[in-house]
């Protein structure tokens, strides 16, 4: 079984930052791309920041130089560092990762998600 879970988000002021942590556990062999997405009511979820296993990243032109994605491998975590936070920037953020298990499966798990509202 492996599961991801989110954690850091909340309520904060326009200008404002929050960091989210979302943490991989369970019978983990290796984790490739880790990836944040967001959904806001109303949208679509959309895709904000990706990282492979080798530190390569891509950002949605949306939070191109405010937002940062790291990871730490030794702990099978994914960051996202968000500054300068706008109203827009709400919604509920998901991380998801490719994760090989035991036995060579790679599957595509999901976290259940962490709300961020940004105040204006």
């Known amino acids: 079984q492996v599961q991801l879970v989110e954690s850091g988000g909340g309520l904060v002021q326009a200008g404002g930052s929050l960091r989210l942590s979302c943490a991989a556990s369970?019978?983990?062999?290796?984790?490739?791309?880790m990836r944040w997405y967001r959904q806001a009511p109303g949208k679509q979820r959309e895709l904000v920041a990706a990282?492979?296993?080798?530190?390569?990243?891509n950002y949605a032109d949306s939070v191109k130089g405010r937002f940062t994605i790291s990871r730490d491998n030794a702990k099978n975590t994914v960051y996202l560092q968000m500054n300068s936070l706008k109203p827009e920037d709400t919604a509920v953020y998901y991380c998801?990762?490719?994760?090989?298990?035991?036995?060579?499966?790679?599957?595509?798990?999901w976290g259940q998600g962490t709300q961020v509202t940004v105040s204006s």
């Open positions: 369970g019978s983990i062999f290796s984790i490739n791309s």
């Open positions: 990282m492979t296993s080798v530190g390569s990243t």
């Open positions: 998801d990762a490719d994760i090989e298990t035991m036995g060579n499966v790679i599957r595509r798990y």
